[in-house]
């Protein structure tokens, strides 16, 4: 028996193959979107003959609220809805109610394409949200109506960004931004500009090989590194220290005090080490990584009438078997990429 699984055998909490623990769950309460993105769910796969989910494939309410509360005994105390576009799901105000109340969830978050924010930000405040995440790729107007897909309007997803700004959620707003060199990277420093000093953090994300549909490459990928490069010569940065272990995102607080921006290095820098996240897919699939290519079905066992026992020790035992560390061995391929599951099913 070696050491880790002498801690699994003792300790209350699980932790996986390389010693990480389960902190994180992120839920996909809707697999369609409003967009078109083509890094996520480009129209010549996702058109209009596509064959989403039906509503009684998804799992219900009720569903989510019973894996929550049975993942948050094994260390799970930060839940985020994703989706696809998660505010497409009807009445989400009333599930961020229900999460709100689970013992030991101290962190409830919601990432959006920000273009419905603007007539649900406060309901969702209300019902006990902590803090929103919205994709914003650049403020140029036809750039991107293109990077969505030709679906979606920039005065839409910045009405919904103010929205969520004036509703006052407790942990605050950031935007997420998907670099793609050749794309948009000649509209970084107009994001930061719009932004700096108005209490919103941009994060940049490295290019990635989500899913399968959207021709990835490396030479698309704008390192983070170049990207602070850049920033700092218009703006000095300073590197300051993670807020928690594990923390995704590398952050850098501007030297004049006007606040601070992100960069998520998943390409360059990969941080599977520090992984604490597992994703639950609008089918009710469990997957131990962004990048998986095959889950545990949950659904199945909630809808055979399961215990609640069986089903925890289903979570505890697919976490302990977790191995996964994607990015790290995208790096020994050399780039070559592997069949994996599709984004719009778990989120990002």
Not at 50 to 64: A, K, V
Not at 200 to 208: A, D, G, L
Not at 301 to 319: C, H, K
Request: contains cysteine; hydrophobic residues 35%.
């Amino acid at each position: 028996m070696n050491a880790i699984d002498a801690l699994n055998e003792t300790a209350a909490l699980p932790v996986d193959h390389w010693s990480r623990p389960l902190h994180d769950l992120r839920i996909s309460v809707m697999d369609r979107c409003n967009f078109r993105c083509p890094y996520c769910m480009p129209e010549s796969t996702y058109g209009e003959h596509f064959t989403f989910l039906r509503n009684d494939e998804r799992l219900s309410f009720d569903e989510i609220e019973r894996l929550c509360r049975l993942a948050a005994p094994l260390g799970v105390s930060k839940l985020r809805l994703t989706g696809g576009e998660p505010l497409l799901r009807p009445h989400l105000a009333e599930l961020i109610n229900r999460l709100r109340r689970i013992e030991g969830i101290t962190d409830l978050a919601l990432t959006t394409n920000g273009v419905l924010m603007s007539r649900h930000a406060a309901e969702l405040r209300d019902a006990g949200l902590d803090r929103v995440t919205i994709s914003l790729d650049t403020l140029d107007p036809a750039l991107f109506h293109r990077m969505s897909g030709g679906r979606g309007a920039l005065d839409d997803v910045l009405a919904g960004i103010e929205a969520a700004q004036a509703a006052g959620f407790p942990h605050g707003v950031k935007l997420n931004t998907v670099v793609q060199r050749g794309v948009n990277e000649h509209t970084v420093l107009d994001l930061v500009e719009r932004f700096r000093g108005s209490g919103i953090v941009v994060r940049f994300i490295e290019y990635m090989d989500v899913g399968n549909r959207n021709d990835w490459r490396p030479q698309a990928v704008v390192p983070s590194a170049e990207l602070v490069k850049l920033i700092h010569e218009r703006w000095p940065l300073r590197a300051v220290p993670p807020k928690y272990p594990g923390e995704v995102a590398t952050r850098y607080r501007f030297e004049d005090g006007t606040g601070e921006i992100g960069t998520i290095s998943s390409i360059s820098q990969p941080f599977c080490g520090g992984c604490t996240r597992a994703r639950l897919s609008s089918e009710g699939v469990l997957y131990t990584c962004l990048f998986a290519n095959q889950g545990t079905d949950l659904r199945m066992l909630l809808r055979d009438g399961a215990g609640d026992e069986e089903i925890s020790q289903l979570l505890r035992d697919t976490w302990l078997r977790r191995r996964d560390r994607y990015s790290e061995e995208r790096a020994e391929r050399h780039g070559r990429v592997v069949r994996k599951i599709e984004m719009h099913y778990i989120g990002g």
